[in-house]
Every structure is written in C-alpha cells, then in structure tokens.
C-alpha cells in the first residue's frame, strides 16, 4: 500500500495548490489562503489534513493510485513524486517517494506562475526572426506543466595539482637569415580549492544539457522541504544516485581545477596541459529540488519542447528555422559583398 497526501481546505475541503505569487497555499475554490508556518503546524495535527492509503500495484514499472476524491485511477512511473488526478484535477503527493532516503533536505518553491510561462513562450518566439511565419502564427500550447526536478548539490575541499608544457620563443635576424629559439619548460602547480553548490541532475528523464540551460539556481531562497509546496505541481524523485553524481561532479572539479591553475602560468608562449589529479579532502551532498516551468508546443504534427527557471524566468528551447529566410540573409550579404567588392575595383582601376 502507498500513501497518497493531499492537502484539503478547512473552510471547503477544496484541494489546496502551492501559489508562486503569494508564496503560500492557496485555495483556488473559495479564496482561502494559509502560510506555510501554519500548514507545517497543521501538518503535525491528526486530522487536520488528508493523508489516506491508497492500492498501488506495480505493472513493470508502473505504479497505480486510487485518488481519494473522485475514486479514478492516478497513474505513474517509479519516480512519479507529485502529480494530479486526470479526473478531477485533485493534485496529490506519493508520500512514499518524498520520504526517508528519498526525502529531499531543500525545495527552492516557484516563484513564478504559469502565466509568467506562456508570456515568456510569447516573447521569447517573437525574437526568433528566422523561424517561419507560420510557425509563429499557428503553433499551439498543447500542455504547461510546473515540474520539480531532483538535483545533486555537491560541497567539496580538494587538494589539486597540474604540470604543464610552456614554451618561449625567441625570434632574431642575422644578415639574411631568421633565427628562432624556442625553449620549453616542465611547470607544476598544486593548491586548495573549494566548491559550493555544484549541480548534477538527479533524474534521468530530465535532459542534463536542458537544465544546464535554464541555470543558474539561487539556492539562497531554498527553504526547508515540505510536502506541501509540491501540491499542485509535478515532481519525480531521484533516480540517479549519489554515487553516479559524484562520478560526474568529479570530473567537473577536474576541468576547473585544471582551468585555474592554468591561468597562474604566465609569460609564456604557449602552455599545454600534461595531467591534472585531485584529492578529494571532504565531500558532502544535499538533495534538492529545482523549479522548472516545461512547455510543449505542436507545429505540424511535431512537438517543440521549451522549458523556464520557475525562479529567473530564463527561458530556453529550440525553434524550426525558415531556409528561405536564412537564404535571404546570405544573398544579402553576397550582394553586400560585391557591391563593396566593385568599388574597390573601381578605385583600383581594376573594372
């Protein structure tokens, strides 16, 4: 048996959704408002909230919920943490999946809503001047949805060191010949290093190179998790452990350790890397979750996927370019170039 939560107002048993603008639980039935200081104490309450057991069965790896309002199956994979009743809307919180190992220590909450998204969609297509005409006109929204993604933060001390190849050159002229000397140098450098808040990925559904994207995160405005801010949104939990991040964010020190120090070899010619090795001091991760508004657009039969920082409103995606219009803007520069280039020729006296 599974646990399902959902949160109920007091005033109208109305389901209660986590509001990006007032930073509180809201209840979009009768108005009905609550912080979120007061729903953790709620929370601690018997009775106060729903928190029903629901029959979940595994079909693969598919899990089937039984929503407690309406009685219609909710379906999910094995990472699904938060989602909603395709029935009734009643959005509800696979406790299970957000509790004991997979209980995330931090939660940085929407503070953007979901009109801030199809605005942002808007604007952010209107600056795509090679995309087709139609493309702009006629591609439909088909589904916004508001998604936590579980990330890896990473706090590490290393002990870093690099050799490198350096070279200087020496150019001189006797009579009529040019003489150049190049001398090369073995260089080593070591130090500390400190890195904070490293983000990997923690869900092998979310592309990396998306997420990357829509960074950075301001993790000064994390808060505590509750359950409560994933009502009315979607959310998975990690399915990329510790250990494999911590494979990823090595080699991430690695690269920057080896960039820094590189940048202390000075004076010289040219500078190759030879080897860089890290000793990794103290390593400590947190479990996280990011807000990411995803968009789906549908633009002759094909789907277009755009996704927004639920924080900064960075926004990102990829659009279909018009060949006719980027040939335009070649022949315009070959028609530039041979204007410029005739009258050169005409000042030459080469036409």
């Not at 930073?23 to 979009?28: E, R, S, T, Y």
């Not at 952010?124 to 998604?147: D, M, Q, S, V």
């Not at 505590?224 to 991430?252: C, H, I, W």
Request: glycine share 10%; charged share 25%.
């Amino acid at each position: 048996m599974a646990e399902l939560m959902d949160y109920k107002c007091p005033a109208c048993s109305g389901a209660l959704e986590f509001d990006p603008a007032t930073q509180k639980m809201l209840c979009p039935f009768c108005g009905s408002s609550y912080d979120m200081e007061e729903l953790r104490e709620k929370d601690a309450q018997a009775g106060e909230w729903t928190s029903a057991k629901a029959e979940e069965w595994d079909d693969g790896n598919v899990a089937v919920y039984r929503c407690e309002s309406c009685g219609g199956e909710i379906v999910g994979d094995e990472t699904t943490a938060a989602t909603a009743c395709p029935f009734c809307g009643n959005p509800v919180v696979m406790a299970g999946k957000v509790s004991g190992e997979f209980k995330p220590e931090f939660v940085l909450p929407f503070q953007l809503e979901k009109k801030e998204a199809e605005q942002k969609l808007k604007q952010y297509l209107g600056k795509k001047k090679f995309a087709p005409g139609a493309f702009l006109r006629e591609n439909r929204i088909k589904e916004i949805r508001g998604l936590y993604v579980p990330v890896w933060l990473y706090d590490s001390d290393i002990h870093a060191a690099a050799s490198f190849e350096a070279t200087r050159k020496r150019t001189w002229t006797q009579g009529d010949t040019e003489y150049t000397e190049t001398s090369y140098y073995d260089v080593y450098r070591e130090g500390d290093m400190s890195f904070a808040n490293v983000p990997v990925d923690g869900s092998t559904k979310m592309p990396e190179d998306l997420l990357e994207s829509v960074e950075p995160f301001d993790f000064g405005k994390a808060v505590p998790f509750q359950t409560a801010y994933l009502a009315g949104y979607l959310a998975d939990k990690y399915d990329v452990s510790m250990e494999t991040g911590a494979a990823r964010v090595n080699e991430r020190m690695q690269k920057s350790a080896e960039d820094t120090l590189r940048k202390t070899v000075k004076n010289f010619d040219s500078v190759n890397s030879r080897s860089t090795q890290i000793q990794l001091l103290r390593g400590v991760a947190k479990y996280v979750l990011y807000p990411v508004w995803m968009l789906n657009t549908v633009y002759r039969g094909e789907t277009y996927t755009f996704a927004m920082n639920g924080q900064s409103g960075k926004f990102v995606g990829n659009v279909p370019v018009d060949g006719g219009k980027l040939g335009g803007l070649f022949a315009g520069v070959a028609v530039g170039s041979a204007a410029v280039l005739f009258v050169l020729g005409k000042l030459l006296g080469m036409i």
